[in-house]
């Protein structure tokens, strides 16, 4: 199990992160596997058999003779000829030609004075019908004047049986066959297709990926809510409440946040996100919120932006008059600085993942980079560090939005270690190396 569990654990992962793909692939399965079954039913056969008289018989077998008897033969051809059969179609259920009629009749015989006429159809009302049918037109017919050879006695031994239940079993076994077949095929074809959508794929997930693609460590990763309206922003910023390993993530950054400041009684940060990744415009309201739950007095700063519509009910929300408290919403239109009563600002700023360009906000002490796992690629989170450091703001650290249930890794990029500086040999003169007696 040890060896097998890593080699499930990636097509698990793949069609876990693809379930609505594989689902509906699977649902489209079940339904192909269900009309074929619908479309295709089982058929059923039903037979009717009909006694001869065996005085015509007798006459006409040969004493001692071992092959098929020549009367019986006979018989066959005349049940499944064109006159019973042409007899027969009045009363056949559901309608059908008479080619059609010749296809689904077979003519046996059991005995040597037995004719059997088996029906096959898709439904057993059908069959039974077509087979009593053509038995009484058969009977009809070798009785009357015009039979070839000659009146024939002959009776209905047995009636063809309406076999329902029987028919419904094979039905149902006929479903129990191809539905579950078409879903699993449609799973299958899923998860070829998850898989090719994979390899295509460039978007990053895993935390070491994601800080590799800059450099840069991650400093937090947590889940984060994703308001669509004013009114989910005010909710997120007055009820925010994150869980027992959120808390310890959001207080780890805050403190090495607080650590790296220069000193000065306050500190501000800049979260830059994407435009095309709206969930992780929460990351820095959700760490402001969260700073201010602590006591510490912080203003969440909405300023200009690349795209406005990205931050637009985010910024309504914090432009709403709020009640006094340890977090203070401010919006402005240019880099103005922070009130000085405020020890911690939080910037909110989004940028075009194709042209970023840093919006003229405040300039704060660190910035941060927050993405989405699976929500932008390398090429995407360069471009942002590249424009970040054109404008004079290096990133200096990670928040991760949303991380993956199946990541394992932490983002932490190693640390070069310095090796002490290697003592060079040095040559002393002037001291003696004999002995002088």
Same mark, same amino acid.
């Given at each position: 199990?040890?060896?097998?569990?890593?080699?499930?654990?990636?097509?698990?992962?793949?069609?876990?992160?693809?379930?609505?793909?594989?689902?509906?692939?699977?649902?489209?399965?079940?339904?192909?596997?269900?009309?074929?079954?619908?479309?295709?039913?089982?058929?059923?056969?039903?037979?009717?058999?009909?006694?001869?008289?065996?005085?015509?018989?007798?006459?006409?077998?040969?004493?001692?003779?071992?092959?098929?008897?020549?009367?019986?033969?006979?018989?066959?051809?005349?049940?499944?000829?064109?006159?019973?059969?042409?007899?027969?179609?009045?009363?056949?259920?559901?309608?059908?030609?008479?080619?059609?009629?010749?296809?689904?009749?077979?003519?046996?015989?059991?005995?040597?004075?037995?004719?059997?006429?088996?029906?096959?159809?898709?439904?057993?009302?059908?069959?039974?019908?077509?087979?009593?049918?053509?038995?009484?037109?058969?009977?009809?017919?070798?009785?009357?004047?015009?039979?070839?050879?000659?009146?024939?006695?002959?009776?209905?031994?047995?009636?063809?049986?309406?076999?329902?239940?029987?028919?419904?079993?094979?039905?149902?076994?006929?479903?129990?066959?191809?539905?579950?077949?078409?879903?699993?095929?449609?799973?299958?074809?899923?998860?070829?297709?998850?898989?090719?959508?994979?390899?295509?794929?460039?978007?990053?997930?895993?935390?070491?990926?994601?800080?590799?693609?800059?450099?840069?460590?991650?400093?937090?990763?947590?889940?984060?809510? #994703?308001?669509?309206?004013?009114?989910?922003? !005010?909710?997120? /910023?007055?009820?925010?409440?994150? &869980? @027992?390993? =959120? *808390?310890? $993530?959001?207080?780890?950054?805050?403190?090495?946040?607080?650590?790296?400041?220069?000193?000065?009684?306050?500190?501000?940060?800049?979260?830059?996100?994407?435009?095309?990744?709206?969930?992780?415009?929460?990351?820095?309201?959700?760490?402001?919120?969260?700073?201010?739950?602590?006591?510490?007095?912080?203003?969440?700063?909405?300023?200009?932006?690349?795209?406005?519509?990205?931050?637009?009910?985010?910024?309504?929300?914090?432009?709403?008059?709020?009640?006094?408290?340890?977090?203070?919403?401010?919006?402005?239109?240019?880099?103005?600085?922070?009130?000085?009563?405020?020890?911690?600002?939080?910037?909110?700023?989004?940028?075009?993942?194709?042209?970023? #360009?840093?919006?003229?906000?405040?300039?704060? !002490?660190?910035? /941060?980079?927050?993405?989405?796992? &699976? @929500?932008? =690629? *390398?090429? $995407?989170?360069?471009?942002?560090?590249?424009?970040?450091?054109?404008?004079?703001?290096?990133?200096?650290?990670?928040?991760?939005?949303?991380?993956?249930?199946?990541?394992?890794?932490?983002?932490?990029?190693?640390?070069?270690?310095?090796?002490?500086?290697?003592?060079?040999?040095?040559?002393?003169?002037?001291?003696?190396?004999?002995?002088?007696?």
């Amino acid at each position: 199990m040890s060896q097998r569990g890593p080699g499930l654990r990636r097509p698990l992962q793949i069609v876990r992160r693809h379930k609505v793909l594989v689902g509906v692939m699977t649902a489209l399965g079940l339904l192909v596997g269900g009309g074929y079954a619908a479309y295709h039913p089982v058929e059923v056969t039903s037979t009717a058999l009909v006694l001869l008289t065996q005085t015509g018989q007798s006459s006409a077998t040969a004493p001692g003779s071992t092959g098929p008897d020549p009367y019986t033969v006979t018989q066959e051809v005349i049940a499944k000829s064109t006159p019973v059969l042409l007899g027969a179609l009045p009363h056949v259920r559901p309608a059908m030609s008479l080619a059609e009629l010749r296809q689904a009749i077979e003519i046996g015989s059991d005995t040597t004075y037995i004719i059997s006429v088996s029906a096959t159809e898709k439904s057993a009302a059908g069959a039974t019908a077509t087979a009593n049918a053509v038995a009484g037109s058969y009977i009809s017919y070798i009785g009357s004047a015009s039979s070839p050879d000659g009146r024939v006695q002959a009776q209905l031994f047995q009636q063809a049986t309406n076999g329902t239940e029987a028919g419904r079993v094979k039905q149902l076994v006929s479903n129990a066959i191809y539905i579950p077949i078409g879903a699993l095929l449609g799973a299958l074809m899923g998860i070829v297709v998850a898989v090719a959508v994979k390899r295509r794929d460039r978007r990053l997930r895993k935390r070491d990926e994601i800080a590799s693609s800059i450099g840069v460590g991650v400093l937090a990763s947590f889940p984060v809510d #994703q308001p669509s309206s004013a009114a989910g922003w !005010t909710r997120l /910023l007055e009820d925010y409440e994150p &869980g @027992a390993q =959120t *808390a310890l $993530q959001l207080r780890t950054a805050i403190k090495q946040l607080e650590d790296a400041s220069p000193g000065h009684g306050w500190w501000s940060v800049t979260v830059l996100s994407l435009s095309s990744d709206p969930r992780a415009l929460a990351l820095g309201p959700q760490l402001a919120v969260f700073a201010a739950g602590q006591g510490i007095r912080t203003a969440l700063v909405i300023g200009p932006q690349q795209d406005g519509k990205v931050t637009a009910a985010l910024r309504t929300a914090c432009a709403a008059p709020t009640e006094p408290g340890f977090l203070r919403p401010i919006v402005t239109d240019d880099d103005s600085d922070v009130p000085q009563d405020v020890t911690l600002a939080v910037v909110v700023a989004v940028v075009d993942g194709r042209n970023p #360009q840093v919006p003229a906000t405040m300039r704060a !002490t660190a910035t /941060l980079l927050g993405v989405s796992a &699976g @929500a932008a =690629t *390398a090429d $995407q989170l360069a471009r942002v560090a590249i424009s970040a450091v054109s404008d004079g703001r290096e990133i200096t650290g990670i928040l991760v939005a949303n991380p993956d249930s199946d990541d394992t890794t932490t983002g932490r990029l190693p640390q070069l270690v310095r090796r002490p500086p290697r003592v060079m040999p040095t040559r002393t003169t002037r001291i003696a190396t004999e002995i002088r007696r």
